[in-house]
Nanobody, 132 residues
């Protein structure tokens, strides 16, 4: 099974920055290495559904952002470290949430990229709190 591990959350003031990391560990099934090229950051607040905020296809580097974070968040990767990052700038109180890294292996990552049910692998989440 592919394993995901997030880190980098914390508490910041409005306008501050944080960088989240998602380390992706490939798995094996019947001797075959299993990976996941579609990697998406989701976030969730209590009582609400998970919201997709940024997607990267780690093979093609296709990227997509939700309108709520476009221009403020940047998704990137370091292939040598099997890590996908989410750089979050100009943070607002509405960005406060539990942030999850999710992944799946697919030919096309863009179709319904923010649909929670479309992802097989999830991390445990890292909390981001933005206060004024």
């Amino acid at each position: 099974q592919v394993q995901l591990m997030e880190s980098g959350g914390g508490s910041v003031q409005t306008g501050g920055s944080l960088r989240l990391s998602c380390v992706i560990s490939p798995g094996t099934i019947s001797g075959r290495t299993v990976g996941a090229n579609c990697v998406t950051w989701f976030r969730q607040t209590p009582g609400n559904q998970r919201e997709g905020v940024a997607l990267m296809n780690t093979f093609t580097e296709y990227i997509k952002y939700s309108d709520s974070v476009k221009g403020r968040f940047t998704i990137s990767q370091d292939k040598s470290k099997n890590t996908v990052y989410l750089q979050m700038n100009d943070l607002r109180s509405e960005d406060t949430a539990l942030y999850y890294c999710a992944a799946v292996e697919r030919t096309s990552c863009s179709y319904q990229w923010d649909r929670v049910a479309g992802y097989y692998y999830w991390g445990q989440g890292t909390q981001v709190t933005v206060s004024s």
